[in-house]
Each structure stands twice: as structure tokens, then as C-alpha cells.
């Protein structure tokens, strides 16, 4: 799983936040009172503004992690695609008709890999998404428009 640096960078500046309100508030609290200024509410007020801050950019810092974690549940798979389907040269590609992208070839592919069956060839039809699957001696149609393939009886 990825981490988003910026989200850890923010979560660090919190609580160096918190942490610096609350030393510079004992030590601004406990000084002697100068230039006529109640050294006590000086030192509140950086521990209130430190703690205020921090909360602020612990919220962000959490923020980007939850984003980051939605933007990594598609990531693998997307990877996994790419690695493990190679593309063969299209002289050599008989069992796959030329105009199949190579998103939806892999996308079949997998789609029947995790059944444990062997893709054989892929043709497009004329409506767009809609792919003739030859996979385990059978013909399916396939539709690719939605988050997952929809297998249609043929």
C-alpha cells in the first residue's frame, strides 16, 4: 500500500505543533510578569493556538490518508494487469482480433484468469463494449461498460 508523503509531513507538523504550544506556554507562563502583560494568559494562549493548530493539521494530514487509501484499492490490480499480460506482436496474434484495446484485452483476461479459465480469443462486436470471448471452447459475450465484465448469454 502506497503512503502519501504529504499526509505524513502534515501529521508530523501537528504534533510538533501541539508539542511546541505547549512548552512555549510553560515556559512564556511561568516567567515573571514584563511590560505590564499577565505572563499566564500569554502562555494559555500558545498552548490554545498550538493545540488549535495542531488539531488542524492532523484533520488534513488524516484526510489525505483516507483519500489515499481509495486511491490505492484500484492501484494493484492495475499493476497486477500490466505485469503479468504481455502483449503479443499483432502477426503473431491470431486467437485476437487487432482493434482490441489493449485495457479491455487485459481486463477480459483477468476477468476469466480468476475463474481459472483460458482466454482463446477476443473479436469486438459493433456495439461498443461488447467483446465475442472464446474461453474455455465456448463463445460468450462479454460487456466491459460498467465496473466489472458482464458475461450475456450468446
Known amino acids: 500500500m502506497k503512503k502519501n508523503p504529504i499526509a505524513t509531513a502534515l501529521f508530523i507538523l501537528g504534533v510538533l505543533s501541539i508539542v511546541g504550544g505547549i512548552i512555549l506556554g510553560v515556559v512564556y507562563g511561568t516567567e515573571e510578569p514584563s511590560y505590564g502583560y499577565d505572563q499566564r494568559t500569554l502562555g494559555w494562549s500558545f498552548v490554545i493556538y498550538g493545540a488549535v493548530w495542531g488539531v488542524v493539521l492532523l484533520g488534513f ?18 499493476e ?13 496474434d ?7 484495446s489493449t485495457a479491455a484485452r487485459s ?4 476477468f476469466y484468469k480468476k475463474k481459472g479459465i483460458t482466454v482463446e480469443g477476443i473479436e469486438p462486436m459493433e456495439k461498443e463494449y461488447f467483446y465475442l470471448v472464446t474461453a ?4 460468450e459475450i462479454v460487456e466491459l461498460g460498467g465496473f ?4 450475456h448469454p450468446s
Open 136 to 139: 474455455g471452447g465456448k463463445q
Open 107 to 110: 481486463e477480459i483476461v483477468n
Open 94 to 100: 491470431k486467437g485476437f482480433a487487432g482493434n482490441v
Open 61 to 78: 494530514s488524516e484526510i489525505i490518508k483516507l483519500l489515499q487509501g481509495i486511491y490505492n484499492q484500484g492501484a494493484p490490480e492495475k
Open 80 to 92: 497486477r494487469a500490466e505485469e503479468h499480460i504481455s502483449t503479443p506482436p499483432p502477426e503473431t
Open 148 to 151: 466489472k465484465p458482464i458475461v
